[in-house]
């Protein structure tokens, strides 16, 4: 699998599921941190990701320190509306994680601040946008990933 999308502490099922449908159709791997602000079989997650769900490699994790403990060796970029860095600027890499955080809030400030060096931002060209949609965004940030991968 070419990269691995990990979503901390989603909140909105559609989003969830739409994102499921993103990694089956790029190779990537889904990585899932709990808490949910929904139910993983909510009806409104398997819409979205349609009959698609039960051929995605998805990987559970019961909070954001059981996945950093299971995963501190590997090659991580973090997204976030406060990263000085553009998407266009990662460094991609095979089998990279691509960290994003829940749709209220984002990455938690601990990880922004810990990461820093690794923070990347989507550039906005209006002022009256504070951040993209959470599914479009790592839409965005996967395909630019697997076009500079091949």
């Known amino acids: 699998m070419p990269l691995n999308i990990v979503l901390i502490e989603p909140e ?14 790029s190779g990537s791997n889904l990585h899932l941190v709990k808490p949910f602000g929904f139910q993983i079989d909510d009806t409104r997650l398997k ?12 990987i ?10 299971k995963n501190k060796d590997q090659n991580m970029v973090f997204l976030s509306s406060h990263g000085k860095q553009t998407h266009w600027d990662i ?17 938690s400030k601990s ?3 810990k990461y820093s060096e690794r923070l990347y931002k989507i550039p906005l060209y ?20 697997l076009k500079q991968l091949s």
């Open 111 to 113: 990880i922004t601040e």
């Open 47 to 58: 819409r979205a990701g349609l009959d698609y769900w039960q051929h995605l490699n998805i």
């Open 12 to 25: 909105i099922p559609n989003n969830t599921g739409n994102i499921g449908r993103l990694a089956l159709a």
């Open 126 to 145: 209006s002022d009256h946008v504070r951040s993209l949609n959470l599914a479009n965004a790592v839409g965005i940030v996967v395909y630019d990933g």
């Open 60 to 69: 559970y994790y019961d909070s954001v320190d059981e996945f950093f403990s």
């Open 91 to 107: 460094p991609f890499e095979e089998d990279m994680f691509l960290i994003f955080g829940k749709e209220s809030v984002g990455l």
